[in-house]
């Protein structure tokens, strides 16, 4: 009976520890809000967590998408992006020439801001003179020119999560990128967004 006992506290102890351990939240991108420079001469960078944080100790507003009110999270003031710029995740790429993407909101996470799509997708044509940038895995505010093609051919490969079409030096960060509309409303720019 009372290895029954031993038995069944082992186990519920194993239980907590692990739901402890599961409950951790985001650990994806920490990218820092852009500056207000114009989007081809401003860099994001990363932020850092404080050491021995632990996102599943320490609930807070921040982790589940702070309004940089307070909170164990606090990122600050939440970030403002440059007159024509707008920030967007691709959730769907059609062709070379056209993709569906959601606005890209601020999300307070406890590596800073970083940003996710949300509400209905929309539909975006990418023309043939379009100015693709994408990011450098050697870190924040590195990057490469691309023709539409490769900009194409990449966006396919992250969504697809294709690490054989997406090589070094390049990488994949949640498929958000900066853009700026025309007067047609079709993309002139498009910057993929780096991050952690």
């Known amino acids: 009976m009372r290895s029954t006992r031993n038995v069944m506290g082992t186990i519920a102890l194993f239980a907590a520890m692990g739901a ?3 409950a951790c939240g985001p650990q994806e991108d920490g990218a820092a809000a852009p500056s207000s ?5 401003h860099a994001p960078s990363a932020g ?3 050491p021995g944080a632990s996102a599943a100790a320490k609930p807070s507003k921040g982790s589940t998408g702070g309004d940089g009110r ?5 990122c600050g003031k939440p970030p403002t992006l440059p007159a024509g710029v707008k920030m967007i995740e691709v959730g769907l ?3 070379m020439g056209v993709i569906e993407a959601m606005d890209a909101k601020p999300k307070c996470t406890p590596n800073d801001w970083i940003y996710h799509g949300e509400g209905e997708p ?6 043939a003179d379009i ?3 994408l990011a450098l895995s050697a870190g924040p505010g590195q990057y490469k020119p691309v023709t539409r093609e490769e900009l194409s051919k990449h966006i396919d490969g992250c969504l697809r999560s294709d690490y054989n079409v997406v090589k070094q030096p390049f ?3 949640g498929n958000v990128y900066e853009i700026t509309l025309n007067a047609k409303g079709e993309v002139m720019t498009m910057r993929e967004r780096w991050s952690v």
């Open 93 to 95: 790429h059609r062709d």
């Open 122 to 127: 929309k539909s975006y044509k990418l023309p």
């Open 48 to 50: 850092a967590s404080a």
């Open 37 to 41: 420079q114009a989007p081809s001469s």
């Open 70 to 74: 307070g909170g164990e999270n606090d």
């Open 20 to 22: 402890g351990i599961t």
């Open 171 to 173: 990488s994949c960060y």
């Open 131 to 133: 100015k693709g940038e």
